[in-house]
């Protein structure tokens, strides 16, 4: 593997038979305890936090007490954080982050936290950041919040929750999108001992002062494991170990152990808190329609997986995917297309509907993107071909080149 001016060629290799990788903490269980340790004065003593960049942007801006918190690409980060400067009584800050995150949109989850009292300003756009964001004391204990953009505003929204002096119940309305995260949020705040009551689709959050001092242990990234699911299938692997993992996962994308095997023929194993993956010999493929909607992280190594075996699919429920950290849905349909696959797109399909002839050693292009590089990598067991700008990894999986170059040959 070489790096040159920030391209990477990746020789056309195979997948070693047997290989074992631990994969760090998960990055989205590990941004919530971060904002729950600094809202609880660190009662938490959190095992196998993450190492993702997004993690470590999150944990030196809850450390700063400058008044200017730079959060780059971390889209988790900033709503988050967007929230928890809200009730930081008397505290000015100015919340920014790189060109794409002024171009994500936070005016569902700035609406709800103004209609509680926060008192927050848009420096340039309306409805993005940069966020001028005074502290304040949020006395309301009510509000109905959109939840068919992003996720991320009801978890913000429920981790200051049990700090308003009145609790806070959260009404959803609309469709639901990526609900696996939002439960994962829930779920982690009862486990530590905030009382929430869900009441169809209302969450009534009780007030919670003080936290007892406690143990959590992150599960390892479900997302980051997915780029191993995908050499499973395309290689023929024969024993993967990854870990350490849960049977019973907080992380939507542990539904990976479903999708991989039943469309792609990779078993997925558990001893103790490793699973083992394995290729299922002469696995009957079929072209699949799958919807995305609970699990938006691995839509890009889904459709790299299918486009490798040869296999149409028709993936929906990707609306999400185009405010993320490029248009994904683009990214993925500009991309694809050097490899001679074609795909038709709609603001939340793609379908792949033929295979055409490869270009010579493609050049992938990664958007800022850290998911593009991770799911286009799995295809140097098919051919050569390079990655331009592969350090954007780091912004989930700092060690992904490493644990991908001791795993193939
Ligand atoms: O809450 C979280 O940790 C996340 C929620 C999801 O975002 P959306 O809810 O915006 O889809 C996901 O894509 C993101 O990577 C992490
Ligand atoms: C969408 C992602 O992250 P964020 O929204 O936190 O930037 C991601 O990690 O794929």
Redesign the pocket.
């Given at each position: 593997m070489q790096n040159t001016d920030s391209i990477l060629k990746l020789n056309k290799r195979t997948v070693k038979e047997k290989a074992r990788i631990n994969i760090a903490g998960s990055?989205s269980e590990s941004n919530r305890l971060l904002i729950l340790n600094a809202l609880y004065l660190h009662t938490i003593q959190i095992d196998n936090l993450s190492d993702a960049e997004?993690t470590q942007l999150l944990e030196k801006a809850l450390k700063s007490s400058e008044i200017l918190i730079h959060i780059h690409?971390?889209?988790?980060?900033m709503r988050f954080l967007t929230a928890y400067y809200s009730i930081q009584e008397g505290r000015e800050t100015i919340l920014t982050g790189s060109e794409r995150m002024k171009q994500r949109p936070i005016g569902i989850l700035v609406k709800s936290l103004r209609e509680l009292g926060a008192d927050i300003h848009y420096l340039e756009e309306e409805g993005f950041p940069p966020l001028k964001i005074i502290g304040k004391k949020l006395t309301k204990d009510r509000i109905a919040i959109a939840a068919n953009t992003s996720s991320?505003y009801i978890s913000a929204l429920l981790l200051i929750a049990p700090k308003l002096p009145n609790g806070l119940t959260i009404e959803l309305t609309g469709t639901i999108t990526s609900l696996p995260y939002l439960m994962m949020t829930v779920e982690m705040m009862r486990t530590l001992g905030i009382q929430i009551d869900q009441i169809g689709n209302q969450f009534i959050v009780h007030p919670f002062l003080k936290m007892q001092s406690q143990k959590f242990v992150v599960e390892s990234d479900w997302?980051s494991a997915s780029y191993f699911y995908s050499l499973a299938a395309i290689g023929e692997i024969h024993q993967l170990a990854l870990t350490a993992f849960k049977e019973n996962s907080l992380q939507g994308d542990s539904n990976l152990i479903e999708i991989y095997r039943t469309i792609f023929g990779v078993e997925t194993k558990f001893h103790e808190n490793e699973i083992q993956l394995t290729k299922i010999p002469d696995f009957p493929l079929q072209d699949f329609e799958l919807n995305l909607n609970a699990t938006p992280?691995i839509a890009q190594t889904i459709v790299v997986t299918a486009a490798a075996l040869g296999l149409k699919c028709k993936l929906t429920g990707l609306k999400t995917l185009k405010i993320?950290?490029t248009d994904r849905i683009q990214a993925l349909q500009n991309e694809l297309e050097k490899f001679g696959v074609q795909t038709k797109t709609t603001d939340s399909t793609l379908e792949i509907t033929s295979f055409e002839k490869i270009a010579e050693n493609p050049r992938v292009k990664t958007y800022h993107d850290?998911?593009m590089a991770m799911s286009f990598a799995p295809l140097a067991l098919l051919q050569d071909l390079e990655i331009e700008e592969p350090e954007v990894v780091e912004?989930?999986y700092p060690n992904f080149w490493a644990d991908f170059d001791s795993i193939t040959l």
């Open positions: 990055k997004d690409h971390a889209g988790t980060a991320q997302s992280d993320k950290e850290h998911r912004k989930s």
